[in-house]
């Protein structure tokens, strides 16, 4: 008797695209996955392909001959709520985008688009789709869902991204509070730019001394100064050529290295430190803070020249609190994600769970619901997300770090800085590492605030008291 052994076909591709020379390209491309590639041309025939076979994933055209793709896609979120699913349209608004994030689609491409850009984004919706059946390999939710959310504020941000993507040479900057998502903006005009092929390169303004974010801006000579490597060394702004420099915390930046900075917008060269020769660069500049440079400006702390050479184009972050519904539709889709990766049923939050978040002040933003969403995933007992589950005080708003109170009747923000600092300082036992940790900001900016507010030198007059 012969037995003859029958190879499992992998689930294929489907593509949904009413173009048949593009429906062909794609299946070109998508061929060297090794798996089969399904073309279908309008809504009937990918219900049918549907109904045959469960695909790995979807490349569905949001615009079909007889109907809207997008229809589709909430079927198939109806039948199989973890699918795959790519949205590809010639036809980009932040309606069509932010419908498409709602109805559960993974992805969201642009056409037209490069190959590399096709197979970045198949090969990260294969990736998911193994991830979900080998739980070690599932992933962390990814920088996309900052910008998940229906909200004109968020919705406008999303606008501005697009428009200075289109735009590869002009500069932005990026303005909001901490964890709302700036450099993720960053990543996103520098994705969807002309730019996307070259590097993107961070750098925190406010991580490094004056001398050493000098260096690594605009790197050094051999024998610059006294422990420079013997060859010299590329600064970033080398090492960005071609694609995109984000200037996290600009706000930051001491006002010698503002004038080098104007003077790299204004020329588009750069000067080693230590060197004579004037290099010329070809980066976009993105930049970002948490401060109001205008009042910096009127303060004399920013440049008002170099101001106005990075607010070309102003994208702003909003804040969560300020986002309405969008805490509930960012919610569920962290608490999807983290089922996944940790292996859990979790059917959602409990409604006193979701007024809970709706009432919060959201102080940490975006970045704080994910962990706050994480912690509850980790500890809830039971399938569905209780409202004690989560860690989150009542009353909708955020706990005080212990030990630090302020009853104040000047409400000035100088005033009310200085305290916080000064309290920050006391719970932590004068360690400045532990007050930057209590209040959220990190060491270097502490140590700017120390010294701007003449807090460094009343700490050393009572450390020496006896």
């Known amino acids: 008797m012969t037995t003859t052994t029958r190879v499992r076909e992998q689930p294929p591709i489907l593509v949904v695209e009413d173009d048949p020379e593009v429906g062909r390209l794609l299946s070109r491309e998508l061929a060297r996955y090794g798996r089969p590639v399904h073309v279908a041309t309008d809504l009937e025939a990918a219900r049918e392909a549907l109904g045959r076979q469960a695909p790995a994933a979807v490349l569905l055209d949001a615009r079909l001959p007889d109907g809207d793709g997008l229809d589709l896609l909430g079927e198939i979120r109806a039948r199989d709520l973890h699918l795959r699913v790519a949205v590809l349209t010639a036809y980009a608004d932040v309606d069509l985008a932010v419908r498409a994030m709602r109805g559960g689609a993974s992805e969201f491409l642009e056409k037209p688009f490069t190959a590399e850009q096709l197979h970045e984004l198949v090969r990260g919706l294969l990736q998911q789709e193994e991830g979900a059946a080998r739980p070690e390999r599932r992933r962390r939710p990814g920088p996309g869902a900052f910008f998940i959310g229906e909200s004109p504020a968020l919705q406008e941000a999303w606008r501005l991204v697009r428009l200075a993507a289109q735009a590869p040479t002009t500069t932005v900057l990026v303005t909001g509070e901490s964890g709302t998502g700036k450099e993720l903006a960053a990543r996103a005009v520098h994705e969807h730019s002309g730019r996307a092929g070259g590097p993107f390169v961070a750098i925190n303004c406010a991580a490094l001394t004056d001398s050493l974010l000098e260096a690594e801006l605009f790197g050094y000579e051999r024998g610059a100064f006294t422990g420079a490597a013997s060859v010299g060394k590329k600064g970033l702004f080398e090492v960005a050529a071609g694609g995109t420099m984000f200037l996290d915390e600009i706000g930051e930046m001491a006002m010698p290295l ?34 109001d440079l205008e009042v910096e400006v009127a303060e004399g702390r920013f440049r008002k020249d170099l101001y106005y050479r990075l607010n070309v184009l102003n994208v702003v972050m909003p804040p969560l609190r300020d986002r309405g519904a969008d805490v509930e539709l960012l919610a569920q889709h962290f608490l999807k994600t983290l089922s996944l990766e940790l292996g859990r049923t979790l059917d959602g939050f409990a409604p006193e769970a979701l007024d809970l978040m709706r009432a919060y002040a959201w102080p940490g933003n975006v970045r704080e619901l994910r962990n706050v969403v994480e912690h509850a995933a980790i500890v809830a007992r039971g399938p569905r997300i209780e409202p004690g589950d989560l860690g989150l005080a009542t009353g909708g708003r955020p706990r005080a770090p212990t030990g630090i109170v302020i009853e104040l009747p000047d409400l000035r923000l100088e005033t009310m800085e200085r305290a916080l600092i000064r309290r920050a300082l006391e719970a932590a036992s004068g360690q400045k590492t532990r007050a930057a940790e209590l209040l959220g900001i990190n060491r270097a900016t502490l140590y700017n605030k120390l010294k701007a507010y003449g807090i460094a030198t009343e700490v050393r007059a009572e450390a020496v008291e006896v």
């Open 258 to 291: 503002q004038a080098k900075l104007l003077r790299v917008l204004q020329e588009r060269t750069i000067k080693r430190v230590g060197g004579l020769s004037e290099l010329p660069v070809d980066v976009r500049i993105v930049a970002s803070t948490n401060r």
